[in-house]
């Protein structure tokens, strides 16, 4: 079974600064999909990158970008430019490829860190 | 963007009564919808996945004739809750796939239900 572990409970940033959120998983799999998601306060969970693990190139939006080592499994998100509104829970989550298995779209979660900006 | 909206965002229930959540993809079709549970401070637990039109396969541990899962259409699911007790008190989160045919299905996250149970 998949796991993903977020070793970072609680983070802090100061206002326009950048942090990373870490996250590690375990697969024996060679195709997969990792994610990073942000739940705010409303509790709507939130896209904010993907990436395929056959592509090298680690995925960016805007001031959200990843640090993607396969071979280590690990997989960070970092956040630059730090706004208020980056405030949230973020969680790494892993998918397998539905097509290179069971053929199954579920999300395993890790346990989530809590960003919080100082202004 | 895809939107998925639950119904109702919020209910309060008296125990050993039974609480239905919808969850609709609103603007796309969903051949797979998922159910999640999440308890304050803690992150998404899957319940069960939905496929249209056939039984819903539930994850070790949740009981399945406790949460009833119904995908009747390829935009709405239910989750109900039957015989609620204050241990169901939980927020419940549904999420849904498009049927677009390549590999990278998107789960779009509906808003959420906070279910209490008194």
């Known amino acids: 079974a998949q796991t993903v572990t977020q070793s970072q409970p609680e983070m802090s940033v100061q206002e326009a600064e950048t942090v990373t959120l870490s996250c590690t998983y375990d697969?024996?799999?060679?195709?997969?999909?990792l994610f990073w998601y942000k739940q705010p306060p409303s509790r709507q969970m939130i896209l904010v990158i993907r990436q395929e693990a056959y592509k090298q190139q680690n995925a960016t939006e805007n001031r959200f970008s990843v640090n993607f080592q396969k071979a280590a499994k690990s997989f960070s998100l970092k956040i630059s430019d730090s706004q208020l509104g980056d405030a949230a829970m973020y969680f790494c989550a892993y998918r397998r490829d539905p097509y290179s298995g069971a053929g199954s779209y579920q999300l395993t979660f890790g346990k989530g860190t809590k960003l919080s900006v100082i202004p | 963007g895809a939107v998925v909206s639950q119904h109702p965002s919020r209910v309060i229930c008296k125990s050993g009564t039974s609480v239905k959540i919808e969850c609709r993809s609103l603007?796309?079709?969903?051949?797979?919808m998922f159910w999640y549970r999440q308890f304050p401070k803690q992150s998404l637990m899957l319940m069960a996945t939905?496929?249209?039109?056939?039984?819903?396969?539930?994850e070790q541990g949740v009981e399945k004739d406790k949460f009833l899962i119904n995908h009747a259409s390829l935009t709405l699911s239910t989750l109900t809750v039957t015989s609620a007790h204050p241990e169901d008190s939980s927020f419940y989160i549904c999420?849904?796939?498009?049927?677009?045919?390549?590999?990278?299905?998107?789960?779009?996250f509906g808003p959420g239900t906070r279910l209490t149970v008194l």
């Open positions: 697969t024996s799999e060679s195709d997969y999909y």
């Open positions: 999420s849904a796939t498009r049927t677009s045919g390549n590999s990278y299905n998107e789960q779009f």
């Open positions: 939905s496929n249209e039109g056939s039984k819903a396969t539930y």
């Open positions: 603007d796309f079709q969903a051949t797979t």
